[in-house]
């Protein structure tokens, strides 16, 4: 990548002394008079490109994401997309699995599982969602890199900003907006493409027949990417993600972050390549600011760890590069802990720490629930039934002496097979259908069958009582059995 970090510049004497910046003091007075503003107007923030094991790292993640984010909806599975959330219909189908909203359960459980893999992560190792797979640092970085090819590195930016309105300007502007609007509507268009069929949604789109909700959806999510991620950018992170108020809190002192060595890097100083900077007593930082430079929030992490840092790490892979310029060990910035800055840890300590008692808890209750979780999933049986009474005629008499009841069958097929059934009924002496039930269920469908169950009426008394609606398979391997009540007048 261009714009590469490099030491700090030559300064013009080895033995100069450390440069202390000297404190500015504002008088009180001055401070009543200038705090009209009660919010800080923000500086826009011109991150650097970086390259290093995690900026390879963040770039893997945007590639996974992205192609599972765009290749999914247009996968074929059985006929139809591979992942679709069909409405209109009431179904839900995730590959080979077929959901209806009488399944709001899984996506309860699911909820609760990312909760606690959040936890489990975050008290490992800090925010790597937010620096890693967070939607708003992938796209930013999408962003970025479509602004950098367009703009030019991080110089070239900051002074195509403060150059004059010009014809030149207006183009490249035009061109990085236009490119920016482009992965937005596309971004809407595919995020749309779940709820609809994405080939269905694109046919419509090019001959300008799609819906007016759809329409609303893809210029909405669309609009919204750009809004975050080619606009406000680091504004989301610092004022808007909740995540970054309350971190702290699944934060201990055995977490990784990432972590500027005070004690080896102060007192900083600029100086000379080779030179015994440690007999002129400065520490190992160069204080050539390009940790800041590259921040993606623009903090500084050598004032410590900050809410505002989302752990992208790119900090570490700048001051890494300019340590190997000045031949000076790398990890002056680094993962590590609070308790192994404090105590010295090496790496195997640091490990050692890793397995505690909260970390034991998280891992424990996010297995169980997984287990549940997949369990629940394979084991569930592919139809379902519910029972409804008719309600319009609680009982009548018909040939032979015999009570009737007259139900609705509710019969859910959530698998991607045709399934055979047979229906039938127990619970009371003599007790019967009308007629026999052998019914045919399609793939991913829900049917409505009219059932009538007859009772001898001699010896049965007034009042409810109870039966037993079963239905089992074809091949006797499937037994479903659901309570209703029958009505004696």
């Not at 033995?15 to 800080?40: F, H, M, Q």
């Amino acid at each position: 990548m261009s714009d590469q970090p490099s030491p700090a510049k030559e300064s013009a004497q080895a033995t100069a002394k450390p440069k202390v910046r000297p404190r500015k003091v504002i008088p009180v007075a001055s401070l009543a008079a200038e705090s009209d503003d009660l919010y800080e107007i923000r500086r826009k923030v011109y991150p650097r490109a970086v390259s290093g094991v995690f900026a390879n790292w963040r770039w893997a993640m945007v590639w996974l994401t992205q192609i599972l984010f765009y290749g999914f909806c247009w996968l074929p599975w059985n006929g139809r997309q591979a992942v679709l959330f069909d409405l209109a219909h009431r179904k839900f189908f995730v590959l080979g699995l077929v959901f209806s909203p009488q399944d709001v359960l899984y996506l309860a459980v699911l909820l609760i599982i990312s909760a606690l893999a959040l936890f489990l992560f975050t008290a490992v190792a800090g925010r790597l969602w937010c620096g890693y797979t967070c939607p708003q640092t992938v796209y930013t970085q999408m962003f970025l890199w479509i602004e950098e090819k367009i703009e030019g590195d991080r110089s070239k930016r900051m002074k195509l900003d403060a150059a004059p309105a010009s014809p030149r300007k207006a183009v490249i502007k035009g061109s990085k907006y236009l490119a920016w609007a482009l992965l937005s509507l596309w971004t809407g268009i595919t995020f749309v493409g779940y709820f609809t069929p994405i080939r269905e949604l694109v046919a419509d789109l090019v001959h300008w027949s799609a819906g007016g909700w759809e329409i609303f959806w893809i210029l909405f999510y669309g609009g919204f990417t750009y809004l975050m991620a080619g606009v406000m950018r680091e504004q989301v992170c610092k004022y808007m993600c909740p995540y970054a108020r309350f971190q702290s809190v699944m934060f201990d002192a055995d977490t990784l972050v990432i972590t500027y060595d005070q004690e080896r890097g102060d007192p900083r100083g600029s100086r000379r390549k080779g030179i015994d900077y440690k007999a002129q007593g400065l520490g190992d930082c160069v204080d050539c600011g390009i940790c800041v430079q590259v921040c993606p929030t623009g903090i500084d992490i050598r004032d410590g760890l900050q809410y505002e840092c989302i752990g992208c790490a790119a900090c570490i892979d700048a001051c890494d590069q300019v340590m190997d310029k000045m031949n000076y060990p790398r990890g002056l910035i680094r993962y590590s802990t609070e308790n192994a800055v404090r105590k010295h840890w090496g790496r195997k300590e640091i490990l050692a720490h890793v397995l505690r008692p909260r970390t034991l808890i998280y891992s424990g209750v996010l297995a169980a629930i997984i287990i549940g979780f997949v369990w629940g999933i394979v084991a569930r049986e592919p139809v379902r039934m519910d029972v409804m009474r008719d309600r319009a005629t609680l009982a009548r008499e018909v040939e032979d002496g015999l009570i009737e009841n007259a139900y609705v069958l509710q019969l859910m097929n959530v698998s991607e097979e045709t399934q055979h059934v047979r229906l039938s009924v127990s619970g009371l002496d003599g007790i019967r259908l009308a007629r026999d039930q052998v019914i045919d269920l399609a793939p991913a469908v829900t049917r409505s069958v009219p059932v009538q169950v007859r009772v001898p009426g001699d010896n049965l008394a007034r009042g409810s009582h109870k039966i037993f609606f079963e239905l089992k398979s074809a091949d006797g391997e499937m037994a479903l059995r659901e309570k209703s009540t029958f009505i004696m007048q």
